[in-house]
């Protein structure tokens, strides 16, 4: 079954991006630098779209960070990448657009969160007033609804509406109905102010992932708007990768979401590329995109007691990892390669027959001969340390690539959306 995205939804262009109207599903990250440092923040949103964010947001927080968001985005710019950068409003959006309005120009989409633009009176009034200054300056919107900073407003009277009418609803159905509500009045709200329909993504975000798919799917029964789809505060490493690919591959399976960020928890100091990894291989393994090439590679077992397979298999997705920047640009369709890694004989030969580059290195007891095979027939034989069998293999890879996927008349890097 080949999965497909809704066409049903309004076509959203976000710094010459379309998000929705059947648009191949768009990733996204979020930098955790501070903004109000123009140079690392520049520098990390340029590793993040060279790592496949087709949309990268930053957070405007302070009068600084407003302040410096245009240079931030020269700065993108002059480093040759066109990657749309988003600025994250909370509490003090509409303050923050309307005193630095270089700032609001230099954004390519505002995101706004209902539930802490304001309280009480001041709510609709400070968020229509972002709402006008995007219609002022041509930027689409996303309204983007959190279960953790909900308009207390609306659920209490919701939980006042269940008790009264018993209604017999739990808490949690309380506030997944809240969060669709929020979001679909948000986008009236907007449509008042000058919005047109074509300038509103949504998005409803929780950390469970039972709640995410239930919200998903009525948000999307009741609206045509694009969606943005993530688990908010997923968690570290496996934990959030397992629960973001648990939620969201259930709505996207149902052509259900727009645009999506696979919000991971990073070690301290850790890359926070590996985001985007996750929502990459997440749309690669349903078959909506193609990213990256794919490298098979066994789980271990009693036969591999060494590690030489699993070095490999390591070192080839880093190589990998590291020409794509340079082969997406000059290559066309580079990004459906096949490899395959295998640790013994077992499945080693037939994995490496069914990719179009492969290696099955000798398990325990096993002759010290690695066949590899090209495009399902043998290629040749490597022996050698770990370190020669790797750079052998990778000479492979590059000989494999420039020989057999057609170079691009072009090298612009604007074509975001391949695959």
């Known amino acids: 079954m080949v999965l497909a ?5 309004h076509a959203v262009v976000v710094g010459g991006v379309q998000v929705g109207g059947g648009a191949p599903v768009v990733v996204q990250s979020m930098t955790n630098t501070d903004t109000a440092a123009p140079e690392p923040t520049a520098r990390q949103i340029v590793e993040l779209a060279e790592a496949g964010s087709e949309l990268v947001r930053i957070t ?15 700065r993108v710019r002059d480093a040759g990448s066109t990657v749309p950068v988003i600025g994250d409003f909370h509490f003090n959006g509409h303050k923050l657009l309307r005193q630095y309005p270089d700032c609001a120009v230099a954004l390519a989409k505002y995101r706004i969160n209902p539930g802490n633009v304001g309280r009480g009176s001041k709510r609709d009034a400070q968020f229509s007033e972002i709402c006008r200054i995007a219609v002022d300056n041509a930027k689409p919107v996303r309204i983007g609804v959190n279960g953790g900073s909900l308009n207390q407003d609306l659920v209490t009277a919701k939980m006042e509406e269940n008790t009264r009418e018993g209604l017999g609803k739990n808490a949690e159905e309380v506030l997944n109905e809240c969060m669709v509500i929020s979001a679909l009045q948000s986008a009236e709200l907007a449509l008042e102010n000058g919005l047109r329909e074509d300038q509103i993504i949504l998005s409803c975000k ?8 239930a919200v998903y799917r009525e948000l999307a029964r009741k609206s045509r708007y694009p969606l943005h789809l993530g688990l908010t505060e997923a968690g570290l490493g496996v934990k959030g990768v397992a629960w973001s690919s648990a939620a969201m591959g259930v709505v996207l399976s149902e052509g259900i979401g727009d645009t999506i960020r696979v919000s991971l928890t990073p070690q301290p100091g850790g890359d926070r590329r590996q985001e985007v990894y996750a929502a990459c291989e997440l749309l690669q393994a349903l078959g909506l995109r193609a990213f990256t090439p794919s490298i ?7 036969r591999t007691t060494s590690t030489t397979f699993q070095e490999l298999a390591e070192q080839v997705e880093a190589y990998v990892r590291q020409r794509m920047p340079e082969w ?16 013994c004989v077992v499945n080693g030969p037939g994995e490496s027959k069914a990719a179009n580059i492969g290696i099955s290195l000798p398990g325990t007891g096993e002759a010290p ?12 034989t490597l022996t050698g340390s770990p370190d020669e069998l790797a750079k052998a293999f990778q ?11 057609e170079e691009r008349q072009t090298s612009s890097a604007g074509a975001a959306q391949a695959g």
């Open 5 to 9: 995205q809704r066409c049903d939804t």
């Open 60 to 74: 405007v927080n302070t009068a600084e960070a407003a302040a410096a968001v245009p240079e931030v985005v020269q």
């Open 206 to 213: 929780t950390s469970v992932p039972v709640h995410l798919i």
């Open 296 to 302: 098979t590679a066994c789980p271990g077992c009693g």
């Open 328 to 343: 997406r640009k000059r290559y066309v369709g580079v990004e459906s390669l096949k490899l395959a890694v295998m640790g």
């Open 369 to 380: 001969s690695c066949p590899v095979y090209i495009d399902g027939q043998k290629y040749k």
């Open 395 to 405: 000479a492979i890879i590059d000989e494999y690539v420039s020989s057999s996927y």
